[in-house]
C-alpha cells in the first residue's frame, strides 16, 4: 500500500499540534514544516517564486533531529524576513551516532500573508514513531 504524505492539526488547550506523516522520516518532516509555515502564514498567497534557504542540522536522537529542525525554519524565516511556502528534505539519515538533515526552504517577503506569531517548536508531546510501512510525526508550535 502506498502511503500518501500529509498533515493534520490536533487539538491543543493552548498551543499547535500537528501530526505529519509519509512513506519516510524525510517526507514525514517536509510535512512538519509545511504545517509549521501554514500557522505563521497563508501560504496560498504567496508568490512562487521566492529565495532558497539552506539548513543543515545534527542531533543525537530523533526527537531533537526534528525540534532543532524545525526550530531552524523558524529562525530562518524570521531573520530573513521570509515566509516559506515550499520544503524539501535532502537527506534525513543517522551516520554513526548522530543524525543528519539537509533541507531546503523557498519563501519570499509578504507581510500581507501573516497568520500566527509562532515563538517556538517545542519538546513538549513530541512524538516520533516508524511503523510498518510509514513515519509519523507529532509536533507542538508554541504560539
Known amino acids: ?6 498533515h493534520k492539526f490536533l487539538e491543543h488547550t493552548a498551543d499547535v499540534m500537528v501530526e505529519a506523516w509519509g512513506k519516510n522520516y524525510a517526507e514525514a518532516l517536509e510535512e512538519s514544516a509545511l504545517a509549521l509555515m501554514e500557522t505563521i502564514a497563508d501560504i496560498k498567497k504567496i508568490k ?12 543525537p536522537n530523533l526527537d531533537e533531529i526534528v525540534v532543532f529542525s524545525l526550530s531552524d525554519v523558524l529562525t530562518e524565516s524570521e531573520i530573513n524576513d521570509l515566509f516559506f511556502y515550499d520544503c524539501k528534505v535532502e537527506k534525513f539519515e ?3 551516532n548522530e ?8 519563501g519570499r517577503k509578504s507581510k ?14 513530541i512524538d516520533v514513531q516508524k511503523e510498518q510501512n ?5 509536533v507542538v508550535f508554541d504560539i
Not at 1 to 6: L, S, Y
Not at 134 to 138: E, I, Q, R, S, Y
Open 94 to 96: 543517522k551516520i554513526g
Open 99 to 106: 543524525w543528519i538533515v539537509e533541507m531546503e526552504l523557498l
Open 48 to 59: 512562487k517564486d521566492g529565495k532558497k534557504v539552506r539548513i543543515v542540522e545534527k542531533a
Open 134 to 138: 510509514k513515519v509519523k510525526m507529532t
Open 1 to 6: 500500500m502506498k502511503v500518501v504524505k500529509g
Open 112 to 125: 500581507k500573508c501573516a497568520k500566527t506569531i509562532v515563538k517556538g517548536v517545542t519538546f513538549c508531546q
